[in-house]
């Protein structure tokens, strides 16, 4: 299985992992603030379809890393993003909103898969504008998921903001092959 994401449609980008389980414990890295702050971002999550999910993107709290000055709110104040829950199926799925730029909104689904003593993941992330926005979103989550497993596994996490650019600009790559 390749960390890569691959390109479904469109505008939609998929990620799979292969993550230690039990399922429990990769749902709580999903759905509990501090768990997720942790690899993703912190934030309270309503258990709900409907739900608010009230994310802050604090990179400080997943790498001692410095970011590059483009992102460096993220690391020292956060940066807070709002969504809804679109799908909620404790143990199996969750479905949010994504904020994207001016009122545009994308969905993010993670999707598990009990396989013995792992679990799949399966990250779908729909509805975004162009081939920039998908290899933005592509580079994130490739590194993010990369520090999940890094913590379910009980691994000091991998770099992040040392990978970050070399990361996108080979989405990038990869998506201006793309038709269209």
Excluded: C
């Excluded at 483009?70 to 909103?97: F, I, K, Q």
């Amino acid at each position: 299985m390749s960390e890569y994401g691959t390109v479904l449609e469109s505008g939609a980008v998929r990620f799979e992992r292969l993550l230690p389980g039990p399922v429990e414990r990769v749902w709580a890295y999903l759905t509990e603030s501090d768990k997720r702050g942790t690899w993703l971002a912190s934030g309270k999550l309503e258990p709900r379809v409907g739900g608010t999910v009230d994310l802050l993107f604090k990179h400080s709290q997943i790498t001692s890393e410095r970011p590059p000055e483009r992102y460096r709110e993220m690391n020292d104040n956060g940066w807070p993003s709002r969504g809804t829950v679109t799908r909620y199926e404790p143990m199996r799925a969750l479905a949010m909103t994504w904020p994207g730029e001016g009122d545009a909104s994308s969905e993010v689904t993670f999707e598990l898969t009990p396989e013995g003593d792992r679990v799949r993941l399966v990250l779908t992330h729909r509805k975004l504008a162009d081939k920039a926005e998908m290899a933005n979103v592509s580079g994130g989550w490739h590194l993010h998921l990369g520090i999940l497993e890094d913590r379910l596994a009980g691994d000091p996490p991998r770099g992040f903001w040392s990978r970050h650019a070399a990361i996108e600009a080979d989405y990038a790559a990869r998506y201006a092959k793309l038709p269209g």
